[in-house]
């Protein structure tokens, strides 16, 4: 199994375009402490998906500030996360990484950036980085950095894509302080955060505090990646994407979602709401809602994995905030 530890899934339907600076939060006659209590409720749930992935912390907020959030603790475990717990976001560092290129390039990918960053590269036989590595000596790892023409140009989900694109972007002789100190430059050095192996696609630990500033900057339309949310979709279901398209997802068989520019689209045609996300495999589950007005983070460390359970959860917290009922 890939070490950059795949994304977990969910169920949600949108237009893939992506595009502009986001509006205001839309009138409603819902009032916070309303949307506050459903989510809150929903989150505490013993009988819905929320249950099965205690402990977790979770907040929701707009652009300006978190509006709701809290501590679910597990029955017998003296474990809480809270908003400043460190954890590793394994994937969810995908979209920090995308966040740095785009800001990078001033909003206007190569295709080359495209191809690598839907991870259409072909370098698809990446398996792990070590702590002392840098990039480059990381891509000569073994066979990480050898490339697949059978992948080539269809959607196969792994680390392989990043590694070789921060490579070929002048980032190689980087080690895990130099790259997050270039992430950081690019993203902004309010936003704390360390990798523990030189992996653009899944080293990263941060807090939810801090991965939330980045979600509030891509609401407030700070950071270039807010107009690049949903643009240049694939397809990612090898199941019922059009042959030839894709390879392999982490997304279950019976959910389709598109792949935009290092985050997830979940926009499934049956269960799905348009959220942009880039949930982690140990359970670490970031997102932006469809219309750019809210953004959430459900936060857990579940060593064993579980970041589709994490999207379960989170997405009914998301259900349960838009709509003003409990889930």
């Known amino acids: 199994m890939r070490s950059v530890l795949p994304c977990a899934v969910a169920t949600l339907l949108v237009a893939c375009g992506g595009g502009g600076s986001s509006a205001?939060?839309?009138?409603?006659?819902?009032t916070d402490a309303q949307r506050s209590t459903a989510a809150t409720t929903t989150a505490q749930s013993s009988t819905n998906a929320c249950a099965a992935v205690t402990p977790f912390y979770w907040e929701i907020g707009d652009r300006n500030a978190r509006m709701a959030s809290g501590s679910v603790n597990a029955a017998g475990s003296a474990v809480t996360y809270t908003s400043s717990t460190l954890m590793p976001i394994a994937s969810a560092s995908k979209w920090l990484y995308s966040g740095y290129v785009v800001q990078k390039r001033l909003g206007v990918l190569t295709a080359s950036d495209i191809k690598f960053l839907n991870f259409q590269s072909g370098y698809t036989n990446f398996d792990i980085c070590l702590p002392g590595q840098t990039i480059d000596s990381c891509l000569a790892y073994q066979g990480n950095g050898v490339h697949s023409d059978d992948t080539d140009g269809k959607f196969d989900y792994?680390?392989?894509?990043?590694?070789?694109?921060?490579?070929?972007?002048?980032?190689?002789?980087?080690?895990?302080?130099?790259?997050?100190?270039?992430?950081?430059?690019?993203?902004?050095?309010?936003?704390?955060?360390?990798?523990?192996?030189?992996q653009p696609a899944g080293g990263v630990a941060s807090t939810a505090d801090d991965y939330?500033?980045?979600?509030?900057?891509?609401?407030a339309g700070n950071l270039l990646m807010s107009a690049a949310l949903g643009t240049h979709p694939v397809c990612t279901n090898p199941?019922?994407?059009?042959?030839?398209?894709?390879?392999?997802?982490?997304?279950?068989?019976?959910e389709s979602w598109h792949y935009s520019i290092g985050h997830w689209v979940e926009d499934d045609p049956v269960v799905g709401d348009g959220a942009f996300s880039s949930p982690g495999a140990f359970g670490f589950y970031p997102w932006v809602d469809a219309s750019k007005n809210w953004y959430g983070v459900l936060a857990r460390k579940d060593s064993a994995g579980g970041g589709v359970d994490s999207v379960y959860c989170g997405r009914l917290i998301r259900k349960a905030w838009v709509t003003g009922v409990a889930q």
């Open 24 to 30: 205001p939060p839309p009138t409603s006659t819902l």
């Open 158 to 198: 792994g680390g392989g894509h990043m590694q070789k694109h921060a490579s070929l972007d002048g980032l190689g002789a980087l080690d895990n302080v130099g790259l997050a100190v270039a992430v950081r430059s690019q993203i902004g050095t309010d936003i704390v955060l360390a990798y523990t192996q030189p």
């Open 212 to 219: 939330a500033r980045y979600l509030r900057k891509l609401l």
């Open 239 to 254: 199941t019922t994407c059009p042959a030839g398209q894709a390879v392999s997802t982490p997304i279950p068989s019976n």
